[in-house]
């Protein structure tokens, strides 16, 4: 019926779904007559739907799915910011978030796998997942860098890698426990049953969970410390820090000369 050959999955236990390129009506009308011939239809006319999906349809779920994400994008710098009473923590979490869609909806089109509401639906999801994560370690380094808790020994930045370094382990392993019941749906929907609403979702969410767990250590606390470090609190507690380091060095080598000096003495 066309250049590419037609996608063919189940849904439900006695459905198909068949997909194939634009074709003329005399076209559709044959590939209608091969169902019923095929699968035996009882009442063609009832069994059998077309729909046609046009660009002005993949333009509307595109809209919807941008309105969605810019809808939970905003909503979660209002959580982020209430929870923590620090918007620089809500820029950091939205950047980490920001950057799970775009490499999910990149690698959906070097895969080439069809962007539908399922998928979108899934691509949500894994915000939700990201979030949770994010706010998990957030929690931390606020703990960490809290007034009380942010001491001479080490700079801000140290204190927000030692949070991050502090629940690494639960992030690794939320996100592989996580990854275990999602990689069965995706190879039961994908390869065992041949459900696209399976595949899209577990898809979505498999591909997220592992760019949530990545982007919650490598780019929303490090932007997070990016935006701080430039405050004068911040400024003046570093110097402080570093200068304590160059005393405690200055002190050691002192030692080690008195040392060498109070050896070199008693050889003579």
Avoid: C
């Amino acid at each position: 019926a066309g250049a590419e050959s037609p996608v063919v999955t189940t849904s439900g236990d006695d459905n198909l779904i068949i997909q194939v390129e634009d074709i003329a009506a005399d076209e559709s009308d044959r590939v209608s007559a091969a169902i019923v011939d095929t699968v035996e239809v009882a009442d063609p006319e009832a069994d059998i739907s077309q729909d046609e999906i046009g660009a002005s349809w993949g333009r509307a779920v595109a809209e919807r799915a941008l309105t969605g994400v810019a809808v939970f994008l905003g909503l979660v710098m209002l959580f982020i910011w209430a929870y923590f009473r620090e918007w620089k923590m809500s820029i950091a979490a939205v950047a980490a978030l920001a950057h799970d869609v775009v490499v999910t909806a990149g690698i959906y089109a070097i895969s080439g796998f069809s962007v539908t509401p399922s998928a979108v639906t899934g691509m949500l999801a894994i915000l939700g997942f990201s979030l949770y994560d994010t706010v998990v370690v957030f929690d931390k380094i606020r703990e960490n860098t809290a007034p009380g808790e942010l001491t001479e020994r080490r700079t801000f930045a140290e204190a927000v890698n030692l949070a991050v370094n502090q629940t690494l382990v639960r992030s690794i392993n939320t996100s592989v426990v996580a990854l275990l019941p999602v990689g069965s749906i995706l190879f039961i929907g994908a390869f065992v049953l041949g459900a696209g609403t399976l595949r899209d979702i577990a898809l979505a969410l498999f591909i997220g969970i592992l760019v949530g767990a990545y982007s919650t250590i490598f780019i929303a606390a490090p932007v997070y410390v990016q935006l701080r470090q430039g405050e004068d609190g911040i400024k003046k507690h570093d110097a402080r820090v570093l200068r304590a380091r160059e005393r405690e060095a200055a002190e050691g080598d002192a030692e080690g000369e008195l040392v060498e000096g109070t050896a070199d003495e008693a050889v003579v």
